[in-house]
């Protein structure tokens, strides 16, 4: 898409208005097992950390060493009324994990497999099963199905399916035996892939290491346009004509990535070069990360002394009652998931130097670096100030408005005279220092 410079110029700093408010045993043992061994056990025990954590982040679930059928059986119900947009009630009411005989407290690994494959809706493949099939399943997880056995054919089924479509690893089962007690490994696995086959669980485009994450990236911008909520944004609109904010920034939360917030930045641009680039430098430097790409639409006052603004797919513009108009622009925020808390730290001397912009003719920087870069973290960062996101949501639609701590007491007052129903909710997050200095009134 070509652009005017007068465009662009104006781009340069109206973008930047968009959701503001201004004011040793063991490693002898490894040494004789193979790389690739190795490797698998790596990624194997990563995702089984990243799991309990998600859960632990995302509903407060925290597995004991020891699994009881109650702690099982509720902790399921969570996350079965999370994914499923019901009750905890709601959820235990549909009894996927059966009442335990007098006296019993513990879980076999089959119960809580099969009450998984129920809940992650496997149920109906499972019953096609033959029994041969069955046997198949259960021999790449190292056990033999015995007809008749402890195990019933309909229990068999939901094991073997749950083996076949990777709700449970072959080789977790395999260490405990479908009639031995369920782990806290096993318990974790579970509830995570339940999660996972609800769409629930991290949410992301690719990795900053992978060769195919360019087009990804290109494919996901051309797919995006410009975001509108209809009702709720002609709300919003009004806010903005009564200089309630300067600009607001509107997300589809069906893009939220889930991630870490204490391994994650969320960075947002206009510009599909410089995303792509942006990742170019984190792959040069040896940073590794998960990234989602979530499309964002601003909307800024465009005022009338900038001169008749030139609209396309991507940038359009609605003249207000005051002759000045609305603008909204396509734009996108980056978000990256790092592997530690100590990559993440990497990622803002990189952009000081490399994306933000000090003088007018420069090299050495990204294309479309901007004089004040746009990100931040939900959680601490040394040299990060803390600044107010004050947000709307209303079904998949996410409001933003950024604004100044002292600042954002009045902003809920004025977006809650709009309308009484809107439900506005506020946090402190830390962002970087010259976006701050941006909201201080400073130019570069």
């Known amino acids: 898409m070509i652009k005017t410079n007068k465009w662009l110029q104006l781009s340069a700093t109206a973008v930047l208005l968009s959701a503001l408010v201004l004011p040793q045993a063991a490693g002898a043992a490894q040494a004789n097992q193979p ?9 194997a025990a990563t995702a089984k950390a990243e799991y309990a954590s998600y859960l632990a ?13 109650s702690q099982f059986s509720q902790a399921l119900a969570k996350v079965v009324a999370a994914t499923q947009s019901i ?18 407290t513990k879980i076999a ?16 493949l499972a019953y096609t099963y033959s029994e041969d099939k069955v046997a198949s399943a259960w021999k790449e997880a190292g056990l033999a199905y015995q007809k008749g056995g402890a195990v019933s054919l309909q229990a068999a089924q939901e094991v073997a399916a749950a083996i076949d479509t990777g709700l449970v690893s072959a080789n977790t089962l395999a260490a405990i035996k479908a009639e031995g007690d369920t ?52 709300l919003i609109d009004t806010g903005l004509k009564q200089n309630l904010y300067t600009g607001y920034n509107l997300k589809d939360a069906a893009f939220d990535p889930h991630f870490d917030p204490a391994r994650t930045i969320t960075y947002g641009h206009s510009d599909l070069t410089h995303a792509i680039q942006l990742i170019g430098l984190l792959k040069s430097e040896g ?22 603004p030139t609209q396309t797919d991507d940038y359009q513009v609605v003249q207000i009652e005051n002759g000045n108009f609305i603008a909204y622009a396509k734009e996108y925020d980056l978000s990256f998931e790092f592997a530690s808390e100590a990559e993440k730290e990497r990622f803002q001397p990189l952009v000081l130097k490399y994306a933000k912009r000090d003088q007018e003719d420069t090299t050495g920087l990204l294309a479309a670096s901007w ?29 933003q408005t950024f604004s100044l701590n002292e600042e954002s007491a009045k902003v809920v007052a ?7 129903k809107l439900n506005v909710e506020t946090y402190k997050f830390w962002v970087d220092q010259p976006f701050f200095n941006y909201l201080h009134g400073e130019s570069k």
């Open 35 to 43: 790389v690739a061994v190795l490797a698998k056990e790596t990624v």
């Open 57 to 69: 982040q995302q509903y407060g679930i925290s597995i004991d060493k020891t699994v009881s059928r």
């Open 87 to 104: 009750t905890e009630k709601e959820a235990l009411a549909k009894a996927y994990v059966p009442e335990a005989k007098a006296g019993a």
């Open 109 to 124: 690994a089959w119960e809580a497999i099969s009450a998984s494959v129920k809940a992650a809706g496997l149920a109906e």
């Open 183 to 234: 782990t806290t490994e096993l318990a974790v696995e579970l509830l995570a892939k339940v999660v996972e086959f609800h769409g629930d669980y991290k949410n992301y485009l690719g990795t900053v290491q992978e060769s195919g994450i360019y087009g990804k990236l290109a494919q996901a911008w051309s797919e995006s346009s410009i975001i509108k909520a209809g009702e709720l944004q002609k």
């Open 287 to 308: 940073i590794d990360a998960k990234i989602q790409f979530e499309p964002k639409t601003s909307a800024f006052i465009y005022l009338k002394e900038w001169g008749e």
């Open 371 to 399: 004089w004040q870069p746009l990100y931040h973290s939900r959680t601490e960062l040394a040299d990060y100030p803390v600044i107010t996101n004050n947000v709307i949501k209303e079904g998949r639609y996410v409001v």
């Open 414 to 420: 004025g977006l809650k005279k709009l309308s009484d």
